[in-house]
C-alpha cells in the first residue's frame, strides 16, 4: 500500500481520545482502529501480532541478519487530541505548493495564510496533505504509524537491507497522558526504542517537560443579587483573581525553548462554585517543583482573603524529562543523527515542548528518544504535513534499522 493512501486510511477512523471516561482505551474508536491495524500487520508479515485488553497493538518483524545485534523498537500513537474533533477527517493534498495562502474551507472563509504560518514556504515545491478547515488532520500520530507501517513493508520487500529483530508498537491515549500507563515494556522485549512523534522534519528529541496538572476549585455562596451586599461570595470573580495572580507572560503564547509555563486549560463557573483546570510544564526540575509551589501558596493567599476552603488544589505529576534516562545512552541519539545524515535530512536537536509516551517508558525502563513524523500545527484545523516529509521519516526509520545491525554486532 503507499504511504499516502495508507495515512488516508488511518485518518478516516475517529480515535479522538477522551480522559473523561476513565476506560482504557478511553474511546471505542481507538480499539476499532487497533484491530484494522493488527490485521495489515499480519497482512504484511510480521510476525507475534498481539492486540491486549488495553488497546496496546505489539508486533515484530524478525531478524534477517544471521547474527544476534540489539532488537530496538518504533513507536506510535494512535489517539488524536481531544481538543477538536477527528470525526470525518476529509485530507486534501495541494501539489507543487507554491508558497501562497491556502484556502482551506470555501464556503467558511478558512484560509491557512502565511503570515500566521510562516514556515510552511519551507516547502514550497514540495505536496502538502491538510485538513478541510472543519477537523484536525491527525498526523499526530497516524502520520507516525503510516510511517512505521510503511517502514516494516519496504524492509520485508527488501531483504538485502539487514536488519535485526525489530519491534513495533501502537499506543492508546497518548494524548491523555496515558498512552504508556498500561505498556507492557517487559513484554515489548526491546533494547531501546523510538517514538515517531514529532514535528518537523529532521527534529531528533530526548528532552521534554516535567509536566503536572493541577485542578482548582473555588467556593462561593450565592443569594439574590439586589440583597447581596456582605454576603454573596461569587467563586466567578475568585477564579479570575487566581488568574490575575501568576505570571502574565508565562503562558504558552509567549514562552518558546526551555522556558516554561502556566496554560489554563479549562474554566467552568457559577456564583457558587467554579473550577480551573491548568497544566504545569517546565524542563528544569527545581523550577518545575518551584511552579507547583506557587500554586500551593497562591491558594493559601485566596483562602487567606476569603476563608478556609474557598479554593482547593489537586496537584498530579504526569511525566519527568526523559533526558535523565537518556543521557547516559546517547549513543542511540547519535545512531538516529546518523541515520538522518545517510537519508540527506538534517538533524534538528531540539527539546520537545510537550511529551510523548517515550518519556514515560524511559522511566519505565525503556529508552526512547523522538523522531520527527512530519507534521505541523497539530491539534487544530491549521494542521498539515509535507508528503516528502513522511517519506524521509520512512527512510530514517529504515536506515536506522539499517545502521543498528551493521554498528553494533
Request: hydrophobic content about 35%; glycine content about 8%; aromatic content about 10%.
Amino acid at each position: 500500500m503507499l504511504l499516502i493512501e495508507r495515512f488516508f486510511k488511518y485518518v478516516s477512523f475517529d480515535t479522538q481520545s477522551d480522559e473523561s471516561t476513565r476506560l482504557n482505551p478511553s474511546t471505542p474508536g481507538q480499539m476499532i482502529f487497533a484491530n484494522y491495524l493488527a490485521e495489515e500487520l499480519n497482512n504484511i508479515g510480521l510476525s507475534d501480532v498481539r492486540l491486549d485488553e488495553n488497546g496496546y497493538l505489539t508486533a515484530t518483524l524478525p531478524s534477517n541478519c544471521g547474527k544476534e545485534v540489539p532488537t530496538i523498537g518504533f513507536i506510535a500513537h494512535m489517539d488524536t487530541s481531544p481538543e477538536l474533533t477527528g470525526r470525518k477527517v476529509t485530507p486534501q493534498i495541494v501539489n507543487n505548493y507554491d508558497g501562497n495562502d491556502i484556502v482551506l474551507n470555501k464556503e467558511e472563509n478558512i484560509v491557512l495564510r502565511t503570515s500566521d504560518f510562516p514556515e510552511i514556504k519551507n516547502y514550497i515545491g514540495q505536496d502538502l496533505i491538510l485538513t478541510n478547515g472543519k477537523t484536525l488532520l491527525g498526523s499526530d500520530d497516524k502520520a507516525g504509524i503510516a510511517e512505521i507501517m510503511s517502514a516494516m513493508e519496504h524492509l520485508i520487500a527488501h531483504p538485502e537491507i539487514k536488519h535485526g529483530n525489530i519491534r513495533v508498537a501502537f499506543t492508546p491515549d497518548e494524548e491523555i497522558g496515558q498512552g504508556a500507563e498500561h505498556f507492557d515494556v517487559e513484554q515489548f522485549n526491546a533494547d531501546w526504542a523510538y517514538t515517531i512523534d514529532g514535528g518537523q522534519v529532521g527534529e531528533l528529541q530526548y528532552e521534554n517537560f516535567n509536566a503536572a496538572s493541577a485542578k482548582l476549585t473555588f467556593n462561593g455562596v450565592n443569594v439574590h443579587p439586589g440583597y447581596a451586599k456582605g454576603k454573596m461570595v461569587n467563586s466567578i470573580r475568585i477564579a479570575n483573581q487566581f488568574i490575575s495572580m501568576l505570571p502574565r507572560y508565562d503562558t504558552p503564547e509567549h514562552t518558546e525553548g526551555y522556558e516554561g509555563f502556566f496554560h489554563l486549560i479549562k474554566f467552568d463557573g457559577t456564583v457558587e462554585k467554579s473550577t480551573l483546570t491548568y497544566i504545569i510544564r517546565d524542563f528544569d526540575k527545581d523550577r518545575f517543583e518551584r511552579r507547583k509551589k506557587e500554586f500551593e501558596h497562591l491558594g493559601r493567599k485566596i483562602n487567606a482573603e476569603f476563608g478556609p476552603d474557598t479554593c482547593t488544589i489537586e496537584l498530579h505529576d504526569q511525566y519527568y524529562n526523559m533526558y535523565e534516562k537518556i543521557e547516559p545512552n546517547m549513543h542511540i541519539v547519535r545512531l538516529a543523527h546518523r541515520a538522518m545524515e545517510q537519508v540527506g535530512v538534517k538533524p534538528l536537536e531540539l527539546p520537545i515542548r510537550g511529551g510523548t509516551d517515550g518519556c514515560q517508558l524511559s522511566f519505565k525502563g525503556l529508552i526512547c528518544p523522538n523522531i520527527f513524523s512530519g507534521g505541523h500545527n497539530f491539534h487544530g484545523r491549521y494542521e498539515y504535513v509535507p508528503v516528502q516529509s513522511m517519506e524521509k521519516a520512512v527512510d530514517v526509520i529504515v536506515k536506522i534499522s539499517e545502521l543498528t545491525a551493521n554498528e553494533t554486532a
